[in-house]
Structure formats: C-alpha cells, structure tokens
C-alpha cells in the first residue's frame, strides 16, 4: 500500500509542478517548517500509539463508518474528540 502511495504521490507532484500554479490559486502553498521539535515528535507518537490500539487509521476509520461496521463507531468520536480538545488547548495556549 505504502508502494502505490508513493508511486501515485510521485507522480502527482510531476503534473502539479509542470502546472505551475493550481487551478484554484494563486501558487502553491508548501509548509516551511523543518524543526523536529517536541510537539511533532509527541504528536507522531500519539498518532502512532493510536493507530495501533485502535487498527485504525483516520481516513479508512472514516470510510468503515459508511460501511457499518460498528466497531468504528467508538473509534471515530473518540479521534474527533481529540482533534476537537487538541485544537482547544493550542487555541487556549496561543
């Protein structure tokens, strides 16, 4: 899975930078950041201690809802719950 990823990511990074700009604006915005700090580090981490309790990734979780399977159901609250409380407590330390 990963393989293809890549592959399709390639190559639609070849297209995208022949374009020039995208359709909708006026240049590419790429992130600028390149510290590894300790807010990237812990977050990789949670994402990764997730991901393995649960067996979940974020956006297949998302598509398995719409399948039924129930299991997802106490997955996908608890993810955006969160998402909801992290951007909380950036917004509260800003």
Sequence with gaps: VMGGAVVV??????LAWKRGQPWF?????????TAIDR??????????????????????????????NTE??????AMLAGGWLQRWQAQRSA
């Design 9 to 14: 990511t390639f190559i639609g990074y070849r």
């Design 72 to 77: 997802v159901w106490w997955f996908v609250p």
């Design 25 to 33: 604006d006026q240049g590419f915005h790429l992130p600028t950041a």
């Design 39 to 68: 807010k990237l580090v812990v977050g990789a981490a949670m994402f990764g201690v997730g991901w393995g309790l649960a067996g979940y990734c974020p956006g297949p979780a998302l598509a398995t809802v719409a399948l039924g």
